[in-house]
């Protein structure tokens, strides 16, 4: 397939330019002008049409949390344990919910998705595609990071199991790793020797990859203090975190610039249902990425449906940010929140061809997509 003379905004360059895209086997294989191909692949003409890569969501729970179906379809919060590093979202993912086929509709085509804030350590997140029957063959990246979450959510659903302030969290979440970071040392004192072995723990176990570093603590915190107690936590146990909703990041903004910590910023199109919402502000993703942040948008869907994450770079837009800024927090900055910009979150050869052609700038409400398309294969 080739994309002809389509005006490319690529999520690297900050100015767009016009060119084509030479896709073979799923991956870009060129970007210039005058490309060509073999006559009989599919010749797409982008003549004054807009170019993006597909759009990346860093934080959600697409598949997880079901459309239209109440209670019973919520499978993304385990609720009788404060701690369950054993749990693994690609065990709850549903690729026939309705939203995953919306959000692909709508050229979100990658997302990270997993398990909801009501545990203090909650499991392991995925990174998909959003087009397939088999969550095995969608997966791009398993596990992504293991989910955390500090505040409000937490003390509400365990507030009669042994945790209902901010510091009762903050302890489970410091045993947990304490008891993991043992078990490992133990596990390496062992060196294979099976009698000498600790006794198998299936959450120490879950736990190894952070404190290895292979994947981050992906940490929930909206409040000032929340996210800095996240700060300082990753920091006791030399682990990698990635700060997300950061919905007060604003009142701290050279503090975090300092942390280096990449952070997932919204849902910021809804209301403020919790007192840890009340400074939530469309200016927040603005001001942190001024700072030399690395920011990413999000939409925490079902808080809003997946398909607006680009208006929601647009809304940020509107409240200040710079709009090449509001790009790349819905693509390459996603793309590398989630470990997965390897292959998606910018048009560059080599990369997925997960392609998204409009009419106009997807960041405004009557711009219409002509075509989406992943791995290289049209979104019906």
């Known amino acids: 397939m080739i994309i002809k003379n389509g005006t490319i905004y690529d999520a690297v360059n900050r100015e767009p330019y016009i060119a084509d895209i030479l896709v073979e086997d799923g991956r870009i294989k060129a970007i210039g002008k005058d490309l060509e191909c073999d006559p009989a692949e599919e010749t797409v003409d982008a003549s004054g049409l807009r170019v993006y890569p597909g759009f990346v969501e860093a934080h959600c729970h697409l598949g997880l949390d079901g459309w239209g179906i109440g209670y019973e379809g919520k499978d993304y919060n385990e609720l009788n344990d404060i701690c369950t590093p ?18 692909a509709r709508a050229g979100v085509t990658s997302v990270a998705t997993g398990q909801g804030s009501s545990n203090a350590i909650g499991g392991t997140w995925i990174a998909v595609k959003t087009t397939g029957v088999c969550v095995d063959d969608m997966i791009i990246k398993d596990p992504v990071a293991m989910k955390g ?9 365990y507030k009669d199991k042994g945790a209902s302030a901010r510091m009762s969290t903050a302890a489970a979440i410091r045993n947990m790793l ?11 004192a062992a060196a294979g020797d099976l009698s000498k072995q600790p006794a198998f723990d299936f959450k120490c176990e879950a736990m190894i990859p952070v404190l290895k570093k ?37 009142l701290i903004a050279d503090k975090l610039a300092e942390t280096g910590c990449m952070m997932a910023v919204g ?25 030399g942040c690395h920011v990413s948008i999000i939409t925490d869907s079902p808080v809003i449906a997946q398909e ?8 940020a837009v509107k409240a200040g940010m710079d709009p090449f ?3 790349k927090a819905i693509t390459i900055n996603a793309a590398e929140h989630v470990g997965i910009a390897d292959r998606v979150g910018s048009l560059e050869v080599g990369k997925d061809a997960d392609i998204v052609i409009c009419d106009g700038d997807p960041m405004v409400s009557d711009t219409n997509i002509k075509a989406v398309y992943i791995d290289g294969r049209i979104v019906g």
Not at 86 to 103: C, E, G, H, K, L
Not at 149 to 157: D, M, Q, T, W
């Open 308 to 315: 607006y994450l680009p208006l929601c770079a647009g809304l």
């Open 86 to 103: 054993q749990m693994r979202a690609i065990d709850s993912f549903n690729p026939f919910d309705p939203t995953v086929r919306m959000a």
């Open 325 to 327: 800024d509001a790009l």
């Open 178 to 188: 304490f008891k993991a970071k043992e078990y490992l040392a133990k596990k390496e």
């Open 267 to 291: 849902p910021t199109m809804s209301f403020a249902s919790k007192f840890e919402l009340q400074n939530k502000t469309w200016t927040t993703p603005g001001i942190l990425a001024a700072k």
């Open 214 to 250: 292979e994947i981050p603590l992906k940490m929930h915190a909206h409040q000032a203090n929340d996210i800095l107690t996240a700060v300082r936590l990753a920091k006791e146990f030399d682990v990698k975190l990635t700060l997300e909703h950061v919905t007060e990041g604003h």
């Open 149 to 157: 979450a500090l505040g409000e959510n937490p003390k509400r659903i």
